[in-house]
């Protein structure tokens, strides 16, 4: 009875720890996404674009499985991931404001698709940089939003 008991949480609780997601941004200007866990792969994807935020989904070895912010998934090695928190804005015309609220002063409006740098977020607020401008943006206007909370 010991037994089994032990193996089925054993299976649960690394089934709970597989299926963590979390959020990641690639380290370089160029990157490549392989079609599997090792660089015999063929590439699919070359990404040009530094803290282009991705959602790594599983392991193998030293490869992450992610997902970027267009579905794409696919391997990249750890060293081309750091911990830095980007995201990308999902809504056309998106204020930035000087504080967070939304009677603070507009200081910017960005477009959708554009990459913000996450300084912090707070409730329903994150402050970002963007460009030149740094401010603080509702955090439903930014994809994933779920995984920039604490």
Not at 32 to 40: A, E, K, V
Not at 44 to 55: A, C, E, M
Not at 61 to 84: A, C, M, P, Y
């Given at each position: 009875?010991?037994?089994?008991?032990?193996?089925?949480?054993?299976?649960?609780?690394?089934?709970?720890?597989?299926?963590e997601e979390y959020f990641l941004?690639?380290?370089?200007?160029?990157?490549?996404?392989?079609?599997?866990?090792?660089?015999?792969?063929?590439?699919?994807?070359?990404?040009?674009?530094?803290?282009?935020?991705v959602i790594v989904q599983d392991?193998?070895?030293?490869?992450?499985?992610?997902?970027?912010?267009?579905?794409?998934?696919?391997?990249?090695?750890?060293?081309?991931?750091?911990?830095?928190?980007?995201?990308?804005?999902?809504?056309?015309?998106?204020?930035?404001?000087?504080?967070?609220?939304?009677?603070?002063?507009?200081?910017?409006?960005?477009?959708?698709?554009?990459?913000?740098?996450?300084?912090?977020?707070?409730?329903?607020w994150c402050k970002i940089k963007?460009?030149?401008?740094?401010?603080?943006?509702?955090?439903?206007?930014?994809?994933?939003?779920?995984?920039?909370?604490?």
């Amino acid at each position: 009875m010991l037994k089994i008991f032990l193996v089925i949480s054993i299976f649960f609780t690394s089934n709970i720890l597989a299926s963590e997601e979390y959020f990641l941004t690639l380290r370089n200007d160029e990157v490549n996404l392989r079609q599997g866990p090792s660089f015999d792969y063929p590439i699919k994807i070359f990404y040009k674009k530094k803290y282009l935020p991705v959602i790594v989904q599983d392991k193998s070895g030293n490869f992450r499985k992610i997902r970027d912010h267009e579905n794409n998934t696919g391997w990249i090695h750890v060293s081309q991931l750091s911990k830095k928190k980007a995201s990308i804005t999902i809504i056309d015309d998106v204020l930035v404001f000087k504080n967070s609220t939304v009677f603070s002063k507009p200081i910017v409006v960005i477009e959708k698709g554009k990459l913000c740098l996450i300084i912090k977020c707070v409730n329903e607020w994150c402050k970002i940089k963007v460009n030149n401008y740094v401010g603080w943006i509702k955090s439903s206007s930014l994809w994933e939003k779920n995984l920039l909370l604490p």
